[in-house]
């Protein structure tokens, strides 16, 4: 790829900024969905000053005679830019910056990783990571703190499991946290002890708050360097905007302080970890777009229930596997509406986390009550809409609620969903083109560090239903597959919609900003298991590279 | 005034950000300093698009041919917009928003206007409101409790003394706060107490935050509308940029909120209050200046000591009028040294608050190791240097230290400083001349809401040391008056200067913003007692008009 740099100053003298031709990116095989749905191909894009598409070209269309820059992209292919509709921003920043155990297959393997990683980092007070998992070690009992110390004592440690319901300590962040025999198991947590009742080293569920309320805070400059990270693996990905589901004041602060020095290189469209940061960001409403349409607070994340594998997520019946139990709502039906109410009222943008059929069901109530008083274009989210009653996936067209779905989700926790719920309950369950039949739009994403945010991945899931070895064969209740132009349209020009960005970007269109991704494969026409393997080259944001391989 | 727009839709098809004359401000009577620092006299201001001057204009200059608009000001008196370079926006618009008692003369009128003001509100859950002055009202001793119980006894009431030095509260709000006669206390702070030991009402310093604690937070839409408050009373006073002098981030998210909406008129230079609140705004470094000038973190704002009503400034010895005390730090000599390593390292710009002779020297002192470090462009501020031990005066210029002084706090406080100190430490006390002459340079403020911010009386005060009564005859020490154009710039370009503004405002010159205020009478010529009565008519910043007098 050349930059020329054409007339540049010559026409900044005539005016500061210029109506004319500024980029012409050219020569490239475009592939893109224009105006009326259609695949469509083109050859060359020109962009102005802010990054802005002024005319999409074919081969036969006159170029303007005299671009600042141009960008000859020797017959590359290129697409529109991946939006991913749910992850966490920082959480994949924080996660990319700390230990991660999720490959080890034994306490040996752990450990000596723990002690690498802990030589590698010396100026680190506290030893932190995440990803273990004593049944993929075959250990048949969970670690200890003793184990831990072999590895490092001279520093405190602390490792979340791989689900995030557990976290093991060494001895010295026991010692930190204050922890021992007497301390007593909190509410819904336990502290693993030895023969003697002394803390073993390994804390479950709301234990983790006793050691970790002593772990110190990342600072900011910890947190820009997270941000940093966090775009790096975005747009490696061939990401160009994403929705961030629950930013804090202090993710928003991060965010700010990269838009104000140029930093900011994907779009984050955000919804505040709760009504009082979503106030304290956006004050009487949502913020305006920001940095040329790089940041918008767009309204608030609310949790109605927890995740089905730890069984937290809310049912209408009992788990298959744990009959006296249906999982808990986190909110009670009136605070759900209060929450909802106070950001209506104000026109945020509601994204309300529903797994489980009893919340979803809860969810669609509250969305029906409040759609009396509030009126228009509300684009009500009901996130994951994992377990849905059938009797009530009709509803979500009705409302033209956005179903904001993660297809990988559905691969990873087949097995466990299928112990978890029993054959009759898995008709509604990550019942995509159930969904996308009743009306609802359907934004896709990956609910990354959860899950790698990969879209190629995700569109080959959502197209196949099948997981990366290609099982189960034919894919798993293969009538809920998506079409390939519904899984593209998720994670790009509907996953904009889902957050009122449609106009700005997600398209390859004249007025819409130029993110793309420069690919290996034309993704409108290769299988899905070839989609699944599309290596990305370059990634570009308002007309701009921010990303190469190998850079 | 008329506003006529020429061309300007030509013009916006021909370049969409044109460098040809936009606004054409003319016929007026201008008056300005140039950059030779001479008091220069104008006709016109030919201004951008983003408000920036592009030629100050006399009489025989050849005006823009097409201006998209002209302003013809009918030979009205200009001059650059005032700065203040102490003051605390959000304190300004809260204090607005609450009880006022700064004009009560006596215990009986302050009660009848808290009891009315409790009438007026009655749907606030607490009486909250600022000012009162026992020394002022004669008193010779603090009220009570029992005594605020006499106005307001069913809903808790919390008032802030003139200084911010200390808070009254009645029953209901000691009570709320659950301080007894068992309350230590706190360090730094001192709870007045009764001749039982229980609390009597008044609290004094960092004791204010045993009850400031339990009084409920405002909510962002309170605080933008306290903004908004203060936006106006400044612009209506002539100010058209100032030094926030302790921008928690909650402030700062109301500058942002303000800012992103297009809706900051006057510019904000920030000290964060404290070193946390810094990094989590600036993150490594100040801010960009954002939106267009009107905002950008500084620095740091660090509390050395209190101040000299509530014999809190820290004094080389004892109170003249209370031999055993001297005051105390609020930091220790490491502490401050450290908050201030941590700001410089990242190149902040430091202000410290040091009232006292003995906080002055100690400030003066960390300086001047810290300069050794940390070298370059620091404008090192000194706030207040109110009382300073004669043979220190000298270090201020030696190292080029910024002294922020509030020339009005000198008439408020003549007569308390006279007890305070006795006859001989007054040789130091608010030496503006003295500090001049060693080569600092002086940044003129009014610390309001703690005084008016009404700049044409700081700058009267400046030339005279007279009060509104004009007393002193001759003012008050009389030799360390400041001349009319160091006052002048005190309050416009030194002030800039401070806050590292210099070459954006501050003043009326090419390059600059068109920040400027038309007023009745010439402060060039008049005489401090007709500077005193300046009218400000209309403030324009950055090219337009953002206030007009009766509007």
């Known amino acids: 790829m050349k930059l020329l740099p054409l007339f540049g100053a010559t026409l900044a003298l005539l005016c500061s900024t210029s109506a004319a031709a500024d980029v012409l990116i050219d020569n490239v095989k475009g592939v893109r969905i224009d105006e009326d749905g259609e695949v469509d191909r083109f050859t060359g894009l020109w962009v102005d000053d802010d990054g802005t598409i002024l005319e999409v070209l074919d081969k036969g269309d006159k170029r303007p ?44 393997e752990a450990l000596a990783l723990i ?21 993929k070690w075959g250990l048949g009992r969970f670690p200890t703190a003793e184990e831990l110390d072999r590895a490092v004592s001279d520093r405190p440690v602390f490792l979340e499991r791989v689900d995030g319901h557990a976290g093991w300590a060494n001895t010295l962040a ?20 030895d023969a003697a009742g002394a803390p073993a080293g390994v804390f479950v569920d709301a234990a983790t708050d006793l050691v970790q309320k002593v772990v110190p805070e990342p600072r900011p400059v910890d947190r820009d360097a997270a941000l940093q990270e966090a775009q790096q693996i975005l747009l490696a990905q061939g990401i160009t905007a994403v929705a961030d589901m629950g930013t804090t004041l202090l993710d928003w602060q991060t965010y700010r302080r990269a838009g104000d020095r140029d930093q900011l290189r994907i779009r984050i469209m955000s919804y505040a970890a709760g009504i009082e940061a979503m106030e304290v ?67 945020y943008q509601i994204a309300v986390h529903a797994i489980g059929d009893a919340a979803n069901a809860e969810a669609l109530a509250a969305i029906e009550e409040l759609s009396e008083s509030y009126r228009g274009d509300r684009r009500w989210r009901i996130e994951h809409a994992q377990i849905v009653d059938p009797l009530d996936i009709e509803r979500f067209g009705e409302y033209g ?3 904001s779905v993660q297809p990988v989700h559905q691969t990873s926790d087949r097995v466990m969903a299928e112990a978890r719920l029993g054959p009759d309950r898995l008709l509604g369950a990550y019942a995509w083109a ?27 899931v959502a197209m196949t239903r099948m997981d990366a070895d290609g099982l189960p064969l034919g894919g798993w209740m293969p009538d809920e597959r998506l079409s390939r132009m519904e899984a593209w349209r998720g994670f790009t020009s509907d996953a904009a919609f889902a957050g009122f960005a449609e106009g700005r970007f997600g398209r390859l269109v004249k007025g819409e900003r130029a993110d793309f991704v420069v690919v290996d494969r034309d993704i ?19 007309g701009v590279r921010a990303y190469r391989r190998g850079q």
Chains 1, 2 share one sequence.
């Open 65 to 108: 005679e005299h671009p600042k820059y141009l960008s000859d992209m020797d017959g590359q292919i290129i697409v529109p830019g991946m939006i991913d509709a749910h992850l966490h921003v920082m959480g994949i920043g924080f996660g990319a910056l700390t230990l991660d155990l999720s490959e080890t297959n034994s306490l040996e």
């Open 115 to 135: 002690a690498q990683f802990a030589r590698e980092n010396p100026g680190r007070p506290w030893i932190l990571g995440r990803g273990w998992n004593q049944e």
């Open 174 to 193: 026991i010692e930190t946290a204050k922890i021992d025999a007497d301390t007593k198991d909190p509410v819904g947590g336990r502290i693993e002890r």
């Open 281 to 347: 960001i956006g004050g009487t409403g949502p913020t305006p777009w920001l940095y040329q349409d790089r940041l918008r607070l767009n309204g608030v994340k609310l949790y109605l229930d927890g995740a089905l594998g730890s069984r937290g997520a809310w049912l209408k019946q009992p788990y298959a596997d744990d009959p006296q139990n249906t999982g808990l709502p986190l909110l009670s039906d009136t605070q759900l509406r209060n929450l909802m109410s106070r950001a209506a009222m104000e026109n």
């Open 401 to 403: 609620i956005i179903a």
């Open 434 to 460: 159930s969904l996308a039949k009743s009306g609802a739009r359907l934004a896709l994403g990956s609910d990354a560090p959860v899950e790698s945010a990969n879209p190629f991945v995700g569109m080959a």
């Open 524 to 542: 409108s026409r290769a299988s899905p298991e070839a989609i699944r393997q599309t290596q990305v080259i370059e990634t570009w944001v308002g």
